[in-house]
């Protein structure tokens, strides 16, 4: 039995593109449906939603593995909508999370056998059959 992935839809005009993708796990009930969405103002940025649907209450997790540039140059900040993430290049906002955030010791691996220390921005949700993460990414 294997996984199944399957591109949903796609759309774009003037202001965005959006792609929207899902994922099924033949071991698990819940659905992994991403929606990327590239908005084109005078500076771009992206929105990541991330909706988990299932029938029974699952602990969900979102993840994401920085680069290791990051290690001792994030800073988090409280915004009305949620927490701001400053990394070298980017600014990331987990948008009304469902759950804390916290930042936990990770790795990233360049070439085989070699491993650097990364911070991974983690968000943790209570079990629960649906929750939906959103991250907004701004470059500079």
């Given at each position: ?8 839809s796609r759309s774009d005009d003037e202001q965005r593109d959006e792609i929207v ?120």
């Amino acid at each position: 039995r294997q996984p199944v992935a399957r591109l949903v839809s796609r759309s774009d005009d003037e202001q965005r593109d959006e792609i929207v993708a899902e994922a099924r796990s033949p071991y698990h009930d819940a659905v992994h449906r991403r929606t990327l969405t590239l908005f084109r103002d005078d500076q771009p940025w992206w929105r990541i939603t991330d909706a988990l649907d299932g029938d029974q209450p699952h602990q969900y997790e979102l993840r994401w593995h920085l680069d290791p540039a990051a290690h001792d140059a994030l800073t988090i900040s409280e915004s009305d909508e949620g927490p701001i993430i400053e990394i070298p290049g980017a600014r990331l906002r987990i948008v009304d999370p469902p759950g804390p955030v916290r930042v936990e010791q990770g790795w990233v691996s360049a070439r085989y056998g070699i491993r650097s220390p990364a911070p991974v921005i983690v968000v943790s949700v209570a079990p629960t059959p649906r929750a939906t993460f959103v991250t907004e990414v701004i470059p500079w």
